[in-house]
């Protein structure tokens, strides 16, 4: 299929360590995707785009201090490469602490761009004119430094990717997850019945489905209500979860 996008998303990564990624594309159900070319992941390495016998990437920082940065030369060789097969109306994303806290809606949202170019920094970080002329976007996993962009863009590669259709099979789904519904998720259990004497909750075993779907709801709410109570203020809550809630602060669900 020369020239027919066939994949539902792509993903390119600049990086100094293409090897990296390798724990994302080989691995679980975005490897598998990628096997059945529903998800595309590419990377280039500056340093193939180095001119100078040494293959040099980094240089140090004008007004000194400590530690070197990323040279624009290799970075922009690489990121125009990359332009050169991602889809039309890709993002250029560069990861790091300065930038917009990556979340499920975030998430979400990056399935309905053509293609992400994930921008991984190393050192010191990029020389800024790099970042005004060629970054759409900065973002961010929370407020802690890593040694490089890549487990970021492994993590926004790993959470867009579960999100497209068919990548979870039949037996896993998004919809169900923590933070799908924007709630946390509620317990899990599975055989043995009788685990260190603790049984699983009789409901469970019922079989009647919406006595669990409400006990899977209560708990979903009390978790959130105990552990993340700021994610129920930015939620529209149904009749139910509000009802729920109520019973919940009243204490009268366990
Ligand atoms: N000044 C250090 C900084 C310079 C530029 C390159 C980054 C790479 N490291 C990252 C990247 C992203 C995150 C995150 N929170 O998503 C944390 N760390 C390190």
Redesign the pocket.
Known sequence: LIGIRISEVWFGVITLFPEMLKSVTDFGVVGKAIKQSSIEVCTWNPRDYATDNYRTVDDRPYGGGPGMLMKVGPLEAALNAAKSVAPAGSKVV????Q?RR?DQALARSALSVPGLILL???????DERLIEDEVDEE???????????E??AM?IIDSVSRLAPGVLGHNESAEQDSFENSLLDCPHYTRPEIYRDKRVPEVLLSGNHEKIRRWRLEQSLLRTLQRRPDLLEQRELSEEEAQIIQELRRGQLI
């Open positions: 560069y990861l790091s602490p930038g990556l991984c920094g190393r050192y010191e970080g990029i973002w961010s996993l929370g407020d802690f430094v890593l040694s490089g962009g487990i970021a993590a």
